[in-house]
Protein backbone atom coordinates (compact mmCIF):
# COMPACT_ATOMS: atom_id res chain seq x y z
CA UNK A 1 0.00 0.00 0.00
CA UNK A 2 0.95 3.55 -1.04
CA UNK A 3 0.81 6.25 1.92
CA UNK A 4 2.19 9.99 1.07
CA UNK A 5 3.15 11.64 4.30
CA UNK A 6 3.60 15.83 4.24
CA UNK A 7 4.92 18.08 6.95
CA UNK A 8 4.14 21.91 6.05
CA UNK A 9 7.06 23.57 4.50
CA UNK A 10 8.04 26.21 7.02
CA UNK A 11 8.57 29.80 6.44
CA UNK A 12 12.14 30.44 6.59
CA UNK A 13 12.03 34.24 8.10
CA UNK A 14 13.30 32.74 11.38
CA UNK A 15 15.72 29.88 12.83
CA UNK A 16 13.79 26.38 13.18
CA UNK A 17 12.18 25.27 16.97
CA UNK A 18 10.90 22.51 18.47
CA UNK A 19 7.30 23.37 16.86
CA UNK A 20 8.80 22.86 13.11
CA UNK A 21 11.30 19.94 15.01
CA UNK A 22 7.81 18.21 16.45
CA UNK A 23 5.74 18.00 13.30
CA UNK A 24 9.01 16.80 11.05
CA UNK A 25 9.55 14.44 13.85
CA UNK A 26 6.35 13.18 13.83
CA UNK A 27 5.90 12.42 10.17
CA UNK A 28 9.17 10.43 10.12
CA UNK A 29 7.91 8.33 13.00
CA UNK A 30 4.91 8.10 11.09
CA UNK A 31 6.76 6.39 8.08
CA UNK A 32 9.19 4.62 9.82
CA UNK A 33 5.66 2.93 11.41
CA UNK A 34 4.57 2.68 7.85
CA UNK A 35 7.16 0.81 6.69
CA UNK A 36 7.47 -2.00 9.51
CA UNK A 37 4.40 -2.42 8.34
CA UNK A 38 5.42 -3.34 4.74
CA UNK A 39 3.60 -0.01 3.16
CA UNK A 40 5.40 2.06 0.94
CA UNK A 41 5.90 5.86 1.87
CA UNK A 42 6.85 8.85 0.60
CA UNK A 43 7.57 11.72 3.09
CA UNK A 44 7.70 15.52 1.75
CA UNK A 45 9.00 18.37 3.94
CA UNK A 46 10.78 21.80 3.13
CA UNK A 47 10.73 25.35 2.95
CA UNK A 48 7.95 28.28 2.21
CA UNK A 49 10.70 30.63 0.82
CA UNK A 50 8.18 33.17 -0.28
CA UNK A 51 5.71 36.18 0.71
CA UNK A 52 6.11 39.48 2.53
CA UNK A 53 7.94 37.65 5.73
CA UNK A 54 10.24 36.22 4.11
CA UNK A 55 11.10 39.40 1.44
CA UNK A 56 11.44 41.57 4.69
CA UNK A 57 13.70 39.25 6.59
CA UNK A 58 15.66 39.08 3.33
CA UNK A 59 15.84 42.99 3.05
CA UNK A 60 16.83 42.95 6.82
CA UNK A 61 19.76 40.62 6.04
CA UNK A 62 21.60 42.74 3.13
CA UNK A 63 22.02 39.45 1.50
CA UNK A 64 21.84 38.62 -2.24
CA UNK A 65 18.23 36.84 -2.76
CA UNK A 66 19.37 33.43 -3.55
CA UNK A 67 22.25 33.24 -1.24
CA UNK A 68 19.63 34.37 1.60
CA UNK A 69 16.62 31.61 0.58
CA UNK A 70 19.32 29.00 0.38
CA UNK A 71 21.18 29.97 3.61
CA UNK A 72 17.59 29.84 5.54
CA UNK A 73 16.40 27.05 3.81
CA UNK A 74 19.40 25.20 4.62
CA UNK A 75 18.72 26.09 7.90
CA UNK A 76 16.02 23.71 8.30
CA UNK A 77 17.47 20.83 5.91
CA UNK A 78 20.49 20.72 8.57
CA UNK A 79 17.86 20.35 11.56
CA UNK A 80 16.36 17.53 9.59
CA UNK A 81 19.06 16.11 8.64
CA UNK A 82 20.78 15.84 12.46
CA UNK A 83 17.29 14.32 13.44
CA UNK A 84 17.37 11.83 11.34
CA UNK A 85 14.62 12.88 9.57
CA UNK A 86 14.69 10.39 6.09
CA UNK A 87 12.25 12.59 3.78
CA UNK A 88 12.18 11.51 0.69
CA UNK A 89 11.71 15.11 -0.98
CA UNK A 90 12.65 18.52 0.31
CA UNK A 91 10.73 21.13 -1.15
CA UNK A 92 11.67 24.57 -1.71
CA UNK A 93 8.87 26.40 -3.41
CA UNK A 94 12.07 28.81 -5.23
CA UNK A 95 12.66 25.73 -6.92
CA UNK A 96 11.92 25.84 -10.82
CA UNK A 97 10.01 22.65 -10.54
CA UNK A 98 7.61 24.03 -7.88
CA UNK A 99 7.44 27.43 -9.21
CA UNK A 100 6.47 25.76 -12.56
CA UNK A 101 3.56 23.63 -11.18
CA UNK A 102 2.35 27.01 -9.57
CA UNK A 103 2.08 28.59 -12.89
CA UNK A 104 0.56 25.37 -14.64
CA UNK A 105 -2.38 25.06 -11.63
CA UNK A 106 -2.84 29.53 -12.01
CA UNK A 107 -3.19 29.06 -15.52
CA UNK A 108 -5.64 25.86 -15.64
CA UNK A 109 -7.91 27.83 -13.34
CA UNK A 110 -7.88 31.04 -15.05
CA UNK A 111 -8.31 29.75 -18.20
CA UNK A 112 -11.34 28.03 -16.99
CA UNK A 113 -13.11 31.31 -15.73
CA UNK A 114 -12.78 30.98 -11.80
CA UNK A 115 -10.21 33.96 -11.36
CA UNK A 116 -11.26 37.72 -11.36
CA UNK A 117 -10.38 40.57 -10.47
CA UNK A 118 -11.73 43.50 -8.00
CA UNK A 119 -10.69 46.36 -5.41
CA UNK A 120 -10.57 45.03 -1.94
CA UNK A 121 -10.08 46.20 1.62
CA UNK A 122 -9.24 44.54 4.12
CA UNK A 123 -7.22 44.05 7.63
CA UNK A 124 -3.95 42.60 6.70
CA UNK A 125 -1.75 40.01 9.23
CA UNK A 126 1.59 40.02 7.48
CA UNK A 127 2.31 37.38 10.05
CA UNK A 128 0.13 35.15 8.71
CA UNK A 129 0.19 36.40 5.84
CA UNK A 130 -3.79 36.44 5.12
CA UNK A 131 -6.33 39.19 5.54
CA UNK A 132 -8.56 39.28 8.51
CA UNK A 133 -11.98 38.87 9.92
CA UNK A 134 -12.88 41.73 13.11
CA UNK A 135 -13.77 37.83 14.61
CA UNK A 136 -10.37 36.23 13.89
CA UNK A 137 -9.19 38.91 15.98
CA UNK A 138 -9.04 39.32 20.07
CA UNK A 139 -10.36 41.96 22.33
CA UNK A 140 -8.08 44.41 21.77
CA UNK A 141 -8.44 43.82 17.79
CA UNK A 142 -4.67 41.82 17.66
CA UNK A 143 -3.87 38.87 15.41
CA UNK A 144 -3.83 35.96 18.26
CA UNK A 145 -1.51 34.29 16.96
CA UNK A 146 1.20 37.26 16.02
CA UNK A 147 0.11 39.83 18.77
CA UNK A 148 0.06 42.38 16.42
CA UNK A 149 -2.44 44.81 15.39
CA UNK A 150 -3.48 43.81 11.34
CA UNK A 151 -3.06 46.31 8.55
CA UNK A 152 -6.01 48.00 6.95
CA UNK A 153 -4.79 47.71 3.01
CA UNK A 154 -6.58 48.82 0.34
CA UNK A 155 -5.93 46.65 -3.41
CA UNK A 156 -6.35 45.65 -6.78
CA UNK A 157 -6.21 41.70 -6.54
CA UNK A 158 -7.02 38.58 -8.29
CA UNK A 159 -9.40 36.42 -6.58
CA UNK A 160 -11.11 32.80 -6.32
CA UNK A 161 -14.99 32.58 -5.37
CA UNK A 162 -14.74 29.94 -2.59
CA UNK A 163 -18.16 30.55 -1.63
CA UNK A 164 -19.95 28.29 -4.32
CA UNK A 165 -18.22 24.97 -2.86
CA UNK A 166 -19.50 25.80 0.71
CA UNK A 167 -21.80 23.29 0.77
CA UNK A 168 -19.54 20.66 -1.10
CA UNK A 169 -17.00 21.00 1.47
CA UNK A 170 -19.66 20.93 3.87
CA UNK A 171 -21.28 17.51 3.00
CA UNK A 172 -17.69 16.01 2.57
CA UNK A 173 -16.78 16.94 5.89
CA UNK A 174 -20.11 15.61 7.30
CA UNK A 175 -19.64 11.87 5.44
CA UNK A 176 -15.68 11.18 6.09
CA UNK A 177 -15.90 12.06 9.43
CA UNK A 178 -12.19 11.20 10.02
CA UNK A 179 -11.22 12.99 6.95
CA UNK A 180 -9.59 15.64 9.93
CA UNK A 181 -7.76 13.97 12.77
CA UNK A 182 -8.94 14.41 15.55
CA UNK A 183 -12.23 15.08 15.30
CA UNK A 184 -12.92 18.23 17.11
CA UNK A 185 -10.87 20.14 14.60
CA UNK A 186 -13.45 18.91 11.64
CA UNK A 187 -15.68 20.47 14.09
CA UNK A 188 -13.92 23.39 13.98
CA UNK A 189 -13.68 23.72 10.20
CA UNK A 190 -17.54 23.28 10.24
CA UNK A 191 -17.78 26.29 12.48
CA UNK A 192 -15.99 27.98 10.01
CA UNK A 193 -18.11 27.10 7.03
CA UNK A 194 -21.13 28.11 8.47
CA UNK A 195 -21.15 31.34 7.06
CA UNK A 196 -20.44 32.41 3.89
CA UNK A 197 -17.04 31.61 2.48
CA UNK A 198 -15.36 35.13 0.78
CA UNK A 199 -13.57 35.14 -2.28
CA UNK A 200 -9.70 33.83 -1.34
CA UNK A 201 -7.00 36.80 -2.64
CA UNK A 202 -4.75 34.66 -4.57
CA UNK A 203 -2.35 38.02 -5.87
CA UNK A 204 0.01 40.57 -4.45
CA UNK A 205 0.66 43.50 -6.09
CA UNK A 206 4.59 43.47 -6.82
CA UNK A 207 5.00 46.75 -5.72
CA UNK A 208 4.48 45.62 -2.42
CA UNK A 209 5.50 42.12 -2.91
CA UNK A 210 8.02 41.23 -5.10
CA UNK A 211 9.19 37.57 -3.17
CA UNK A 212 6.85 35.17 -5.36
CA UNK A 213 5.38 33.00 -8.58
CA UNK A 214 4.47 35.71 -11.07
CA UNK A 215 0.47 35.77 -12.12
CA UNK A 216 1.48 33.93 -15.84
CA UNK A 217 -1.93 36.35 -16.59
CA UNK A 218 -0.46 39.37 -14.76
CA UNK A 219 2.77 40.37 -15.01
CA UNK A 220 2.55 43.32 -12.44
CA UNK A 221 1.23 40.37 -9.74
CA UNK A 222 2.93 37.37 -7.79
CA UNK A 223 0.75 34.29 -6.53
CA UNK A 224 -0.77 34.91 -3.03
CA UNK A 225 2.01 32.56 -0.37
CA UNK A 226 -0.73 30.42 0.30
CA UNK A 227 -1.86 29.70 -3.35
CA UNK A 228 1.61 28.77 -4.08
CA UNK A 229 2.54 27.16 -0.75
CA UNK A 230 -0.47 24.64 -0.67
CA UNK A 231 0.65 23.14 -4.05
CA UNK A 232 3.65 22.22 -3.26
CA UNK A 233 1.98 18.96 -1.91
CA UNK A 234 0.98 18.10 -5.64
CA UNK A 235 4.23 19.49 -7.11
CA UNK A 236 6.47 17.55 -5.33
CA UNK A 237 4.21 14.69 -6.98
CA UNK A 238 5.57 16.21 -10.00
CA UNK A 239 1.50 16.75 -10.73
CA UNK A 240 0.97 18.72 -14.19
CA UNK A 241 -2.70 19.23 -15.45
CA UNK A 242 -2.94 17.04 -18.47
CA UNK A 243 -1.43 14.33 -16.56
CA UNK A 244 1.72 12.08 -17.73
CA UNK A 245 2.19 8.49 -17.23
CA UNK A 246 5.39 8.47 -15.23
CA UNK A 247 4.54 10.94 -11.93
CA UNK A 248 4.88 9.48 -8.65
CA UNK A 249 1.31 11.52 -8.20
CA UNK A 250 -0.71 8.44 -10.03
CA UNK A 251 0.91 6.30 -7.49
CA UNK A 252 0.56 8.22 -4.04
CA UNK A 253 -2.38 10.70 -4.41
CA UNK A 254 -4.92 11.09 -3.04
CA UNK A 255 -3.23 8.20 0.03
CA UNK A 256 -1.88 11.69 1.66
CA UNK A 257 -1.69 12.25 4.83
CA UNK A 258 -1.15 15.83 5.90
CA UNK A 259 0.37 16.79 9.07
CA UNK A 260 0.24 20.09 10.81
CA UNK A 261 -0.55 22.52 14.07
CA UNK A 262 -3.98 23.89 14.67
CA UNK A 263 -2.61 27.39 13.48
CA UNK A 264 -2.89 26.25 9.61
CA UNK A 265 -6.17 24.35 9.74
CA UNK A 266 -8.20 26.72 7.74
CA UNK A 267 -5.66 27.06 4.86
CA UNK A 268 -5.46 23.41 4.32
CA UNK A 269 -9.21 22.36 5.60
CA UNK A 270 -11.18 25.16 3.39
CA UNK A 271 -9.11 26.70 0.47
CA UNK A 272 -7.09 23.52 -0.28
CA UNK A 273 -9.70 20.90 -0.80
CA UNK A 274 -11.72 23.81 -3.06
CA UNK A 275 -7.85 24.76 -4.85
CA UNK A 276 -7.70 21.21 -5.05
CA UNK A 277 -11.39 20.66 -6.68
CA UNK A 278 -10.57 23.49 -9.23
CA UNK A 279 -7.68 21.51 -10.58
CA UNK A 280 -9.93 18.20 -11.05
CA UNK A 281 -8.50 16.49 -7.65
CA UNK A 282 -9.39 14.44 -5.10
CA UNK A 283 -9.32 15.89 -1.42
CA UNK A 284 -5.83 14.60 0.45
CA UNK A 285 -7.27 11.23 2.42
CA UNK A 286 -6.22 13.19 5.60
CA UNK A 287 -5.08 16.01 7.51
CA UNK A 288 -3.83 15.19 10.99
CA UNK A 289 -3.75 18.22 13.39
CA UNK A 290 -2.20 19.07 16.14
CA UNK A 291 -2.26 21.39 18.96
CA UNK A 292 0.83 23.97 19.93
CA UNK A 293 3.90 23.53 22.15
CA UNK A 294 3.82 26.45 24.38
CA UNK A 295 7.22 28.25 25.56
CA UNK A 296 7.82 30.39 28.33
CA UNK A 297 4.57 32.45 29.48
CA UNK A 298 1.94 29.57 28.37
CA UNK A 299 2.02 31.08 24.94
CA UNK A 300 2.45 29.28 21.36
CA UNK A 301 6.02 29.13 21.13
CA UNK A 302 6.88 31.45 18.09
CA UNK A 303 10.02 32.88 16.23
CA UNK A 304 8.24 36.19 16.61
CA UNK A 305 7.55 36.20 20.19
CA UNK A 306 11.27 35.01 20.62
CA UNK A 307 9.81 32.26 23.31
CA UNK A 308 11.22 28.86 21.61
CA UNK A 309 13.31 25.73 22.53
CA UNK A 310 16.17 25.68 20.47
CA UNK A 311 15.89 21.57 19.13
CA UNK A 312 20.12 21.96 18.85
CA UNK A 313 20.47 22.59 22.63
CA UNK A 314 18.14 19.75 23.34
CA UNK A 315 19.74 17.69 21.14
CA UNK A 316 23.43 18.45 22.79
CA UNK A 317 21.74 17.27 26.18
CA UNK A 318 20.58 14.52 25.73
CA UNK A 319 20.65 13.21 21.79
CA UNK A 320 17.86 13.70 19.26
CA UNK A 321 16.57 9.90 19.57
CA UNK A 322 14.99 10.90 23.26
CA UNK A 323 13.74 13.99 21.99
CA UNK A 324 11.86 12.10 19.37
CA UNK A 325 10.15 9.64 21.88
CA UNK A 326 9.17 12.57 24.34
CA UNK A 327 7.42 15.22 22.00
CA UNK A 328 5.48 12.36 20.44
CA UNK A 329 4.56 10.71 24.47
CA UNK A 330 3.72 14.39 25.63
CA UNK A 331 2.01 16.06 23.01
CA UNK A 332 -1.57 16.79 24.20
CA UNK A 333 -4.67 14.81 22.22
CA UNK A 334 -7.08 17.34 23.43
CA UNK A 335 -5.27 20.54 23.55
CA UNK A 336 -1.81 22.26 23.70
CA UNK A 337 1.29 21.19 25.58
CA UNK A 338 3.94 23.24 27.27
CA UNK A 339 7.27 21.91 26.99
CA UNK A 340 10.61 23.23 28.70
CA UNK A 341 13.96 22.24 28.93
CA UNK A 342 13.52 20.97 32.23
CA UNK A 343 10.29 18.63 31.39
CA UNK A 344 12.77 17.42 28.14
CA UNK A 345 15.28 16.38 31.38
CA UNK A 346 12.57 14.33 32.68
CA UNK A 347 11.20 12.85 29.82
CA UNK A 348 15.49 11.88 29.18
CA UNK A 349 15.30 10.44 33.01
CA UNK A 350 11.66 8.20 32.27
CA UNK A 351 13.35 6.38 29.67
CA UNK A 352 16.61 5.68 31.27
CA UNK A 353 15.10 4.28 34.43
CA UNK A 354 12.13 2.19 32.49
CA UNK A 355 14.06 0.85 29.13
CA UNK A 356 16.97 1.71 29.84
CA UNK A 357 17.08 0.42 33.18
CA UNK A 358 15.71 -2.42 31.86
CA UNK A 359 18.49 -3.34 29.67
CA UNK A 360 21.30 -2.83 31.43
CA UNK A 361 20.21 -5.25 34.34
CA UNK A 362 19.25 -7.99 32.48
CA UNK A 363 22.00 -8.29 30.02
CA UNK A 364 24.75 -7.72 33.09
CA UNK A 365 22.98 -10.06 35.07
CA UNK A 366 23.24 -12.72 32.36
CA UNK A 367 26.81 -11.41 31.51
CA UNK A 368 27.98 -12.67 34.97
CA UNK A 369 25.94 -15.81 35.39
CA UNK A 370 24.99 -17.31 31.54
CA UNK A 371 27.95 -16.42 29.85
CA UNK A 372 26.00 -13.65 27.83
CA UNK A 373 23.64 -17.14 26.83
CA UNK A 374 19.87 -16.29 26.34
CA UNK A 375 18.86 -19.31 28.26
CA UNK A 376 16.06 -22.20 27.10
CA UNK A 377 12.58 -20.91 27.38
CA UNK A 378 11.11 -24.68 28.66
CA UNK A 379 10.57 -23.59 31.85
CA UNK A 380 8.63 -20.64 31.12
CA UNK A 381 5.38 -20.78 33.71
CA UNK A 382 1.77 -19.32 32.57
CA UNK A 383 2.19 -16.45 34.17
CA UNK A 384 5.78 -15.58 32.03
CA UNK A 385 3.85 -16.86 28.63
CA UNK A 386 1.35 -14.30 29.59
CA UNK A 387 3.10 -11.53 29.98
CA UNK A 388 5.18 -12.26 26.44
CA UNK A 389 1.85 -13.15 25.10
CA UNK A 390 0.00 -9.42 26.06
CA UNK A 391 2.98 -7.45 25.38
CA UNK A 392 3.73 -9.13 21.97
CA UNK A 393 -0.36 -8.75 21.53
CA UNK A 394 -0.76 -5.19 22.45
CA UNK A 395 1.98 -4.02 20.04
CA UNK A 396 1.02 -6.73 16.99
CA UNK A 397 -2.57 -4.90 17.41
CA UNK A 398 -1.46 -1.66 17.22
CA UNK A 399 0.85 -2.13 14.31
CA UNK A 400 -1.85 -4.02 12.77
CA UNK A 401 -4.70 -1.85 13.02
CA UNK A 402 -3.06 1.55 14.22
CA UNK A 403 -4.34 4.43 11.93
CA UNK A 404 -2.02 7.17 11.35
CA UNK A 405 -2.63 9.84 13.70
CA UNK A 406 -1.68 11.66 17.00
CA UNK A 407 -3.43 8.93 18.98
CA UNK A 408 -1.23 6.40 17.65
CA UNK A 409 1.81 8.04 18.44
CA UNK A 410 0.61 8.76 21.83
CA UNK A 411 -0.71 5.28 22.07
CA UNK A 412 2.24 3.14 21.02
CA UNK A 413 4.67 5.51 23.12
CA UNK A 414 2.35 5.08 25.79
CA UNK A 415 2.54 1.59 25.81
CA UNK A 416 6.41 0.89 25.36
CA UNK A 417 6.41 2.77 28.61
CA UNK A 418 3.71 0.61 30.38
CA UNK A 419 5.87 -2.56 28.87
CA UNK A 420 8.95 -1.37 30.31
CA UNK A 421 6.99 -0.79 33.60
CA UNK A 422 5.44 -3.95 33.90
CA UNK A 423 8.68 -5.83 33.00
CA UNK A 424 10.93 -4.06 35.54
CA UNK A 425 8.44 -4.74 38.00
CA UNK A 426 8.15 -8.94 36.86
CA UNK A 427 12.09 -8.45 37.26
CA UNK A 428 12.01 -6.83 40.33
CA UNK A 429 9.74 -8.99 41.86
CA UNK A 430 10.67 -12.59 40.64
CA UNK A 431 14.55 -11.73 42.16
CA UNK A 432 16.57 -13.14 39.79
CA UNK A 433 19.39 -11.97 41.38
CA UNK A 434 18.48 -14.44 44.55
CA UNK A 435 17.16 -17.31 42.24
CA UNK A 436 20.96 -17.43 40.35
CA UNK A 437 22.95 -18.23 43.82
CA UNK A 438 20.39 -21.47 44.37
CA UNK A 439 21.26 -24.53 42.27
CA UNK A 440 18.13 -25.64 42.80
CA UNK A 441 16.30 -22.85 41.04
CA UNK A 442 17.94 -22.81 37.78
CA UNK A 443 15.22 -23.56 35.60
CA UNK A 444 13.45 -20.53 37.22
CA UNK A 445 16.01 -18.19 37.16
CA UNK A 446 16.55 -19.37 33.16
CA UNK A 447 12.75 -18.71 32.84
CA UNK A 448 12.69 -15.27 34.17
CA UNK A 449 16.03 -14.21 32.21
CA UNK A 450 14.66 -15.54 28.87
CA UNK A 451 11.12 -13.52 29.71
CA UNK A 452 12.86 -10.44 30.47
CA UNK A 453 15.59 -10.85 27.19
CA UNK A 454 12.23 -11.54 25.23
CA UNK A 455 10.25 -8.80 26.94
CA UNK A 456 12.98 -6.49 26.06
CA UNK A 457 13.22 -7.61 22.31
CA UNK A 458 9.21 -7.08 21.88
CA UNK A 459 10.13 -3.72 23.36
CA UNK A 460 12.97 -2.55 21.22
CA UNK A 461 10.93 -4.00 18.15
CA UNK A 462 8.14 -1.21 18.96
CA UNK A 463 10.17 1.43 19.65
CA UNK A 464 11.82 1.35 16.31
CA UNK A 465 9.71 4.29 15.17
CA UNK A 466 10.68 6.82 17.63
CA UNK A 467 14.18 5.58 18.53
CA UNK A 468 15.20 3.76 15.90
CA UNK A 469 18.93 3.79 16.72
CA UNK A 470 18.21 2.75 20.53
CA UNK A 471 15.94 0.17 18.89
CA UNK A 472 18.83 -1.11 16.79
CA UNK A 473 21.43 -1.21 19.61
CA UNK A 474 19.26 -3.38 22.01
CA UNK A 475 18.49 -6.03 19.12
CA UNK A 476 22.13 -6.06 18.20
CA UNK A 477 22.94 -6.46 22.21
CA UNK A 478 20.47 -9.60 22.32
CA UNK A 479 22.33 -10.97 19.01
CA UNK A 480 19.64 -9.86 16.80
CA UNK A 481 20.96 -7.87 13.26
CA UNK A 482 18.50 -5.79 11.24
CA UNK A 483 16.00 -3.60 11.14
CA UNK A 484 12.51 -5.08 13.70
CA UNK A 485 9.47 -5.17 11.20
CA UNK A 486 5.76 -5.49 12.22
CA UNK A 487 6.19 -9.59 11.76
CA UNK A 488 7.92 -9.87 15.15
CA UNK A 489 5.49 -8.76 17.46
CA UNK A 490 5.14 -12.47 18.36
CA UNK A 491 6.07 -14.00 21.65
CA UNK A 492 9.12 -16.76 22.57
CA UNK A 493 10.96 -15.40 19.23
CA UNK A 494 13.94 -15.32 20.85
CA UNK A 495 16.51 -18.04 20.42
CA UNK A 496 18.36 -20.12 22.96
CA UNK A 497 21.56 -19.80 23.01
CA UNK A 498 22.04 -16.77 21.36
CA UNK A 499 24.78 -14.71 22.27
CA UNK A 500 24.17 -11.39 24.20
CA UNK A 501 26.41 -8.21 24.55
CA UNK A 502 25.85 -5.38 27.42
CA UNK A 503 27.13 -2.38 25.60
CA UNK A 504 27.17 1.08 26.77
CA UNK A 505 24.65 2.21 28.34
CA UNK A 506 21.64 3.83 26.12
CA UNK A 507 20.79 7.12 28.05
CA UNK A 508 24.20 7.93 29.79
CA UNK A 509 23.35 10.34 32.98
CA UNK A 510 22.76 14.21 32.23
CA UNK A 511 24.04 16.59 34.64
CA UNK A 512 20.93 18.84 36.37
CA UNK A 513 22.46 22.05 34.79
CA UNK A 514 20.75 23.54 32.27
CA UNK A 515 22.27 23.17 28.97
CA UNK A 516 25.23 24.92 27.76
O1 LIG B 1 2.59 28.29 8.48
N1 LIG B 1 3.63 24.16 18.24
O2 LIG B 1 4.88 28.01 8.20
P1 LIG B 1 5.40 28.13 9.70
C1 LIG B 1 3.42 23.16 17.38
N2 LIG B 1 4.64 28.28 5.63
N3 LIG B 1 3.75 23.21 16.08
C2 LIG B 1 4.35 24.33 15.63
C3 LIG B 1 4.59 25.44 16.49
C4 LIG B 1 4.21 25.31 17.85
N4 LIG B 1 4.43 26.26 18.74
N5 LIG B 1 5.17 26.40 15.76
C5 LIG B 1 5.29 25.93 14.49
C6 LIG B 1 3.58 28.15 7.77
N6 LIG B 1 4.80 24.67 14.41
C7 LIG B 1 3.43 27.99 6.28
C8 LIG B 1 2.95 26.60 5.98
S1 LIG B 1 2.19 24.65 4.29
C9 LIG B 1 1.60 24.58 2.76
C10 LIG B 1 2.68 26.31 4.54
C11 LIG B 1 4.78 23.83 13.21
O3 LIG B 1 6.90 28.25 9.59
C12 LIG B 1 3.38 23.33 12.90
O4 LIG B 1 3.46 22.24 12.03
O5 LIG B 1 4.68 29.17 10.44
C13 LIG B 1 2.76 24.52 12.20
O6 LIG B 1 1.59 24.22 11.49
C14 LIG B 1 3.91 24.92 11.31
O7 LIG B 1 5.11 24.66 12.10
C15 LIG B 1 3.86 26.37 10.86
O8 LIG B 1 5.10 26.69 10.29
Given amino acids: ?????????????????????????????????????????????????????????????GLPLDEFLKMRSDNFRNLFDKMDIDYDYFVRTSSPEHKAVVTEALNYIWNKGLIKKKSYEGLYCEGCEQFKKPSDL????????????????????????????????????????????????????????????????ISRPKSRVWLGVELPFDKDYVTYIWFDALMNYISSLGWKPEGAADIRFNEFWPHCHHLLAKDILKTHAVYWPIMLKALGIEPPEHLIVHGYWLGEGGIKMSKSLGN????????????????????CNAMSLTGDSQISIDLLKQGYKQLANNIGNLQMRVLKMIAKNLDGKVPSPAALSDKDKALLENLADTFARIYRYGELSLELVSELSA??????????????????????????????????????????????????PFMPQVSEKILASLGIAGKPSAADFKPQQLKAGTQTTVGAPLFPYIADKPAA
Avoid at 13 to 30: E, Q
Avoid at 308 to 327: N, Q, S, T
Avoid at 422 to 445: G, H, I, T
Wanted: with cysteine; charged share 25%.
Fill in 138 to 201: DERGFCPDHQKAPQLLTEENYFFPLEQHRQWLIDYINTHPDWIKPRRFAKEVLGMLAEPLDDLC
Fill in 1 to 61: MQKYITTPIYYINGAPHIGHAFTTILGDVLKKFEQMRGNEVYFTTGTDEHGQKNQSSCQNS
Fill in 415 to 464: EILKAGDAVNAYFAANEPWVLAKDESQKERYEAVIYTTLDALRLIAAAVY
Fill in 308 to 327: VVDPYEVMDLMGVEPLRFYL
